[in-house]
DNA sequence: CGCTGCCTTGATCTTCTTCAAAACGTGTGG
DNA sequence: CCACACGTTTTGAAGAAGATCAAGGCAGCG
């Protein structure tokens, strides 16, 4: 019965090519920044991003280094994370289509505080910080949607805190596990595939646990028939028993 | 040498008699959603708001009710708390002047997910959450310092995250210490008082520790020389040392 | 002056980490 | 296509860190 799937079963996804062209206009206009725009403003937004694509494992900002730009995850998958003080991993967040990441506005301070690094295939639409700004202060359409992207992002980092500060690392897991079903969750067989990568690590280091205790704690899932999981993939099986 | 200091230091700020009159127009004009408008622009936003007092242990706001205002604190300080799964406290966050609370702007879900206690004597101001994002629309100046302030208080509590991430009680304590005394600090003696009166399990609820463990922590770090505390309050004496 | 609640300290127990080794998947090159 | 080698995952056992239980001390207050 137990199984275990011998291949992630995930498709590794793969932006046609790149995001040329005017798709961007179309991925601009589904980002949550710029929902609201006018065929226009679009245009004027379009204009001043520029799109980069990056292998998988890229890195697309390093922490420390100067915060310049702010990134809108166009396709693909983009990790957050930075180290710990005894070099341990620490996952931030996990980015999908319409995520930013970077410096907001040119606010804050002047390095980033954490690195970005492609999963998949990724292309990010990226813009100077200083022009963003002043797309915000000139279009306030977009200020008004940054504000609601932004108090929804800070809202879900409040109950990530909340959940860390509940210790207890089989339910930390679960929250997580939860979280990313929600966010990246696909329908297969008759489970919620989490459909991006992530090693035991990984998700141990978003759970803020050791990879040992994060693996025993999804041998015991897959014991009771909550998840399902192999090497570098979860799905969960059971939400309802995620507590 | 060891003197523990028998009463807690700490003035218990008393707004003169609550912010009401035209202190509310500077109070709006210092705080950081309103900081570039114009004379005009800061009355229109000023006849929106209400202020209200509250003794201190008072509930502002409590989770699960309706979302449907934000505040703003004017004087005193505003403790963001909710209780985990197994019924224990966690200290998101301690507001003081200038930092907002509750629902941004109508936007994400329709109840708080956190409760807001009044720990001074407290003044908010107050707004209908709807009210306060038509002023988003029509006063450009403010949305954008709204995404300053909401972009500030994220990189602040991925920050926290990452502290929660590096796991290891004494360094976890150590960073509320260091935050709480950036954010409240106050010369006192040669040290850095840290001038909310909060207790041990409050501490440890913000650390996401246990009030034993915080008072042993505590304990150790005065034997060291590097904090002093007595019942309800910590000063910092050597910030170098506390990593 | 004694009550109440916060803080401290000790002892024990649970949980998670750490160290170690084996099993398994995956991609590689023959 | 198969076998090998590498990195990930799993599992075990020992150890440490922190939680929990319990009792005593101290401050503030009526």
Redesign the pocket.
């Known amino acids: 019965m137990d199984t275990?799937?011998?291949?992630?079963v995930r498709h590794n996804t793969i932006p046609p090519e790149a995001c040329s062209t005017d798709l961007r206009r179309r991925l601009l206009r589904e980002s949550p920044f710029f929902a609201d725009l006018t065929g226009g403003d679009i245009d004027r937004v379009n204009a001043r991003f520029n799109d980069v694509g990056y292998e998988p494992g890229r890195a697309i900002i390093r922490e420390g280094d100067p915060a310049t730009r702010l990134g809108i995850v166009a396709a693909g998958v983009v990790k957050l994370f930075n180290y710990g003080d005894?070099g341990?991993l620490v996952l931030i967040d996990v980015l999908g289509p319409g995520d930013h990441f970077g410096s907001i506005a040119g606010f804050g301070p002047d390095t980033y505080q954490e690195s970005a690094q492609a999963s998949d295939l990724v292309c990010a639409l990226q813009i100077d910080a200083s022009v963003f700004r002043t797309l915000l202060e000139t279009i306030p359409a977009i200020a008004v949607r940054a504000v609601e992207v932004l108090s929804n992002r800070l809202r879900l980092s409040h109950e990530l805190v909340r959940q860390l500060g509940a210790?207890?690392?089989?339910s930390r897991v679960a929250y997580v596990l939860k979280r990313l079903a929600t966010r990246f969750g696909r329908s297969w067989e008759h489970m919620t595939l989490i459909d991006v990568s992530?090693?035991?690590?990984e998700i141990?280091a978003m759970a803020?646990?050791?990879?040992?205790?994060?693996?025993?704690i999804?041998?015991a899932m897959?014991r009771d028939g909550i998840v399902e999981?192999?090497?570098?993939w979860v799905a969960v099986r059971d939400p309802a028993r995620l507590e």
Not at 167 to 170: G, K, L, Q, S
Not at 198 to 201: F, G, Q, T
């Open positions: 275990r799937r011998s291949t992630p005894s341990n210790h207890n690392a089989e992530l090693s035991r690590e141990a803020g646990i050791q990879t040992e205790t994060c693996s025993r999804l041998s897959r999981a192999g090497r570098g």
